[in-house]
């Protein structure tokens, strides 16, 4: 069968923060602290801006997705950029002509139909609209692809774009591709952090790592015995959150139970734009022993499942993709490659003055030698960026 594959790739939007920052500025009056949930809760300020207001739709999205994809690996690590996994079906709403974009009125293009190379098969060649094509590459920066239905050729194709976005930084795919692929959705993302306050080398070594209650591996840990961390204890959760900032206006939230366990479950079930939110104005500036491990991940994978189970199987049977293109076409799959990694490379070496916290009343410990989640974010406009469970750092 042929096989259109549209190629989306968000690399370049993690290097630096795309999302529009518009500074919510200071927060007026902080929330009565005596205040419950029973009661009418007003809206946030900051989620009146319409740019936050967007990130927490888009995020919240990515909460859900992380949390069908979490409970379908309970002993793996999961590694997910919601967001480019977002704006793939997203771009693809473009070629809808059910619904029609709000964001992107597709110009009337009379510039003839794009006929994309086959190598292989003797069939006419798939016809893509050119008016699908050019708000699309307009607007996300990507050309549709039609596949030979080779999966084998198509899958070096496939890695061979993905190698060349992400200029060879993640591993290629070695999973066939099915061959009744219809559209194929592909979510590429590849960070790499940079602290704002970097890891001295000279003090990263071998530790124990946690597993589970029972087993322990030797990782590279990187420390700071006088890090500078927003941190808070959250008893609900019963887990200690911490804060660290990284340079490109991104910050990551630690989430590390109080015991070793790989049931992360109870944090899972809370994670929500809002709920972060207000994590992020209740953590307060401390001084910590801080250890973590160095951490190179990858992760691949089919997110079709995990969308038809958060009640998005209307995107695969129901949409009439007429606007891509005159055959009858269907949303088969949805793909979803992200890269991760951090080490000691930050931006400074010693904490910015304003980050000093006001009183040293003790030092804590805050060691991240066990299954934690880390979640990624754009500070301006809160949108989730990655988000991350770690049972085991050497990769799985
Ligand atoms: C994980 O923890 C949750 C909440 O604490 C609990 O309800 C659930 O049964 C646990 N799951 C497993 C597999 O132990």
Redesign the pocket.
Known sequence: MQALVLFLCFAALLGHSSCQSLASGPEEGSPDPDSTGALVEEEDPFFKVPVNKLAAAVSNFGYDLYRVRSSMS?TTNVLLSPLSVATALSALSLGESTRESPVHSPGSSSLGDVTCPRRLGKRAPLRIKSSFVAPLEKSYGTRPRVLTGNPRLDLQEINNWVQAQMKGKLARSTKELPDEISILLLGVAYFKGQWVTKFDPRKTSLEDFHLDEERTVRVPMMSDPKAILRYGLDSDLSCKIAQLPLTGSMSIIFFLPLKVTQ?L??IEESLTSEFIHDIDRELKTVQAVLTLPKLKLSYEGEVTKSLQEMKLQSLFDSPDFSKITGKPIKLTQVEHRAGFEWNEDGAGATPSPGLQPAHLTFLLDYHLNQPFIFVLRDTDTGALLFIGKILDPRGT
């Open positions: 309970p049931n479950t109870l």
